[in-house]
């Protein structure tokens, strides 16, 4: 199996690095600001929106993954419904080669928001091998959250095709390419014809 390396950006968008797709670290969403309690003491929003800047930050520009983990564990306490951070946590435990762990924690942020495709999309990676069919409906969920999603169109032509199933990975390849051409490049060899723009369709198109 290969192994397979975490984009470690701060974009919540499909990232490609040599062949390996992933969704990169979720920034938390500036909250609305709040007042303070008496004495200036931080709310509790304030509290978690401070442990989610430092999470991040060990997490991706220090990369302390224990450190980061530690924090989200914290802020977990505080916000036990941050899907964010629940998230974040599963890139960690991908990264760091703990598949159960990293599961374990998408599927608490897909508990909270079945639609994250962020989660969506790594545990169907996270699964790819091991249990295609639960990939294949992971991806399917995450494009119809996101129908511009073309890596995952990619992913799931890949696992379909290695499934024998031709005529569907062939659609899902035909779909990625239409929404991300750059991509073409990375469809199997054989589905390639389908995916190429055809001269005579162009030239076709031209004389309308």
């Not at 080669?97 to 942020?109: C, L, V």
Request: charged share 25%; net charge neutral; glycine share 6%.
């Amino acid at each position: 199996m290969k192994r397979r390396r975490l984009w470690a950006g701060l974009a919540g968008t499909l990232a490609v690095a040599t062949g390996v797709t992933v969704w990169a670290i979720q920034p938390h969403p500036t909250p609305a600001t709040e007042s303070k309690t008496a004495s200036g003491t931080l709310t509790k929003r304030h509290q978690v929106d401070v442990l989610m800047q430092t999470a991040l930050l060990q997490q991706s520009e220090i990369h302390d993954s224990k450190g980061a983990a530690d924090t989200y564990g914290r802020l977990l306490k505080l916000d036990p419904r941050n899907k964010v951070a629940w998230y974040n946590l599963g890139v960690i435990a991908q990264q760091d080669d703990e598949p159960d762990d990293a599961r374990t924690a998408y599927d608490k942020a897909l508990k909270i928001d079945p639609s994250f495709t962020s989660a969506l999309f790594n545990e169907a990676i996270l699964l790819k091998s091991s249990d295609p069919d639960r990939a294949i409906e992971l991806l399917k969920k995450c494009i119809a959250a996101d129908p511009k999603a073309g890596t995952a169109y990619l992913q799931l032509g890949q696992i379909l095709a290695e499934k024998d199933r031709d005529d569907e990975a062939g659609e899902a390849f035909r779909h990625m390419a239409a929404i991300e051409p750059s991509l073409r490049s990375q469809v199997p060899e054989h589905f390639r014809d389908s995916v190429d723009p055809s001269p005579t369709s162009s030239q076709a198109g031209s004389t309308r």
